[in-house]
């Protein structure tokens, strides 16, 4: 079985902290992802990853970086925390680049206050 | 502008009964699609996927329909069980996408 931890569950943070959200699969896949969900709005992609350090910029990057030192972690940074970055984040992994089934963490609901 | 629709935010169906869950399109260049199942505190699963060369898939109760003329799918669930109250997300993809893009989703409440 696919398994992909997210290192929190719940977080609460001030506005303008440095957030770090760190996501771990088991499975050797290459592709890594992180989105958010807002209600209304669905999963939205952050940021994405092909290979170990490699990263490319999703529909909403704003914000945001990655870090992917080796190829089982995928970590967000959120540089400047925002209240307008509370949202639940949810990491994903897959196999093949586009279309493969992608596998989830259990997110992790982020409040900035 | 969503390139994947579901203008359905919640649907409340009888157990027993069918439930069908709508997904429309934009963009002609998707030709993978998927559904996603999510619960509450969990992060999403994949529940069945359809290619654009189909125009049906089954599995178990679960059917998903692909009319790519209307740039429309949707997903069909009989009969309806109380387990399967969740959001469900539709997904499309393509060979030219390095991504898959999801709709908004649709919260189903399966009453017993």
């Known amino acids: 079985d696919v398994k992909v931890t997210q290192s929190s569950r719940y977080l609460v943070k001030r506005t303008g902290e440095k957030v770090f959200l760190e996501c771990v699969q088991d499975?050797?896949?290459?592709?890594m992802f992180w989105y958010r969900q807002d209600p209304g709005l669905g999963l939205r992609l952050i940021y994405f990853?092909?290979?170990?350090?490699?990263?490319e910029k999703g529909d909403i990057p704003e914000g945001y970086s990655v870090s992917r030192e080796k190829k089982e972690r995928f970590s967000l940074i959120l540089e400047s925390a925002s209240t307008n970055q509370t949202s639940m984040y949810l990491c994903?992994?897959?196999?093949?680049?586009?279309?493969?089934?992608?596998?989830f963490g259990p997110g992790t609901r982020l409040l900035v206050l | 502008d969503q390139q994947v629709k579901q203008n359905s935010p919640s649907l409340s169906v009888q157990e027993g009964r069918i439930s069908i869950l709508n997904c429309d399109y934009t963009?002609?260049?998707?030709?993978?699609f998927l559904w996603y199942k999510k619960y509450p505190a969990e992060g999403p699963t994949f529940l069945i996927s359809?290619?654009?060369?189909?125009d049906k898939n089954e599995d178990g109760r679960f059917t998903v329909f692909l009319n790519k003329s209307a740039k429309h799918l949707s997903l069909h669930i009989v009969p309806s069980q109380p387990g399967d109250s969740a959001v469900y997300f539709c997904?499309?993809?393509?060979?030219?996408?390095?991504?898959?893009?999801f709709g908004p989703g649709t919260s189903l409440s399966v009453i017993p």
């Open positions: 359809i290619s654009s060369i189909k």
């Open positions: 963009n002609s260049m998707f030709d993978y």
């Open positions: 499975m050797d896949h290459e592709n």
């Open positions: 994903a992994s897959s196999l093949v680049r586009a279309g493969e089934t992608q596998y």
């Open positions: 997904a499309a993809s393509g060979t030219s996408y390095d991504k898959v893009i």
């Open positions: 990853s092909y290979d170990v350090k490699m990263k």
